[in-house]
């Protein structure tokens, strides 16, 4: 019996993807990159913009026409919002939330058509089964979202790379963006015990692992839920830190995603005394008009951001910066979106993730007017790009001519080069094809750059 998941969205899915592995291994499953193999089919879902719902329909339509020449289960997982959870339902044999990933097993087993057994079972059985199914899918969508997460965590993750690797250490949001439906889709802010997490990264240190990334949708946030049972975020950080420390190895720590209401000036602080701390930032500014920001209800200034980059630059001076941009937004006018090209040159941004605003069900702007016109919404994103690339140009362009120790991840499609990322997350293309770098930090001089990339060679 083969399995093939399919993982949708941001970097939280792919360390939950990481996860169900085992669960579904430990059945008897093993994993086919052909889809067309598989036996059971499921989906990590993202509802942050209609496009990834887009495929999820898509997939399981595809799917659905298989079921005629062919038994095959299919389950569905991951953000979901409730609005989509209703009509994927009855499409969909399986539906769950990520925290009741332990339960899938027992789901499975109790639908019957998957495995040999399943197929010899009597009419008897198949009563009984069905019946059980629909309890476990009844408890299952009466389920509060984050209700099992720590049964989740304990899982012990299936990692996809022998040099990477993502930890959770955080999940759900209590801060309720107008644009975004996290908090529908994941709940509300849970930390992992701090003991688990050290207790991960320490397994990770001792295997080797060159890149570690934090992960949750406000890992700052982290320990606010405890009401002071639980260290903080720079905390945990300063243990890592001192782990890292300890160990005498080189590897690099990043997290994702920080919020800027939440992010103190100790976090930076303590980023700055560890090396093993990667000097790299990614925090989503949103929109560069305070107007904008309240409306979107994100809780600070431009000014608030400043303040923020003004202590980077002080404390951390040779990190490089992401943000998250949002462009056509409900409301924004023409002078609201020059503002926010004025903050990439102030800024300065080593690299943006723009996106056109699109509607999300059940948020709070989704109550409001989508008043940007879409050709509209598209200048500005090509605008806004081509800000950036001038800015990410102008940036890696002073890095030539300097050394950067550089992880080498893997081969580039043309086969002649090698593809990598500083410490700073910028890509590096190195001329080579020997595959035994890959997965090691090499040291690599800059000689020319792009709008997006830089490119040297090993010395």
Known sequence: MKYHIVTLGCQMNMSDSERTRPVIERMGYTWTDNEEEADLLGILACSVRQKAIDKVYSRIHKWNKRKDRQNLLTFLTGCILPADKVKFMKLFDIVFPMSELKELPEMISQYGIVTPAGLQQTPETLVYHNEKLTELRQKTNELKLNEHIFDFWHINPEYTS???????????????????????????????????????????????????????????SYGLDKNGNEIGFPELLRKIGEMGKKS?????????????????????????????????????????????????????????FRKIMKTIRTLLPEATVFTDIIV???????????????????????????????????STSSRWEDDVPVHVKKQRFHTLTEDLMRVSFENNKKMIGRTYRVLVRGKERNQQFLAGLTEGKINVRIPSTDESLIGNIVNVKITTATEFSVAGEII
């Open 162 to 220: 022998h040099f990477e690797a993502f930890v959770p250490i955080q999940n759900g949001c209590d801060k309720f963006c107008s644009f975004c439906a996290v908090p529908y889709t994941r709940g509300r802010e849970v930390s992992r015990p701090s003991k688990e997490i050290l207790d991960e990264v320490q397994s990770l240190i001792d295997r080797n692992y060159k890149s570690i990334t934090l992960l949750g949708q406000n890992v700052n």
């Open 248 to 304: 005498g190895k080189e590897f690099w720590v990043y997290f994702t995603s920080p919020h800027p209401r939440d992010m103190t000036g100790e976090v930076i602080e303590v980023i700055a005394q560890y090396p093993n701390l990667a000097k790299q930032i990614h925090i989503p500014i949103q929109s560069g008009d305070d107007k904008v920001l309240i409306k979107m209800n994100r809780k600070y200034s431009v000014d608030d």
């Open 328 to 362: 056509g937004f409900t409301g924004e006018t023409d002078e609201h979106f020059e503002n926010t090209r004025k903050i990439m040159d102030e800024f300065r941004f080593n690299m943006a993730y723009i996106a056109q605003y699109s509607v999300r069900p059940g």
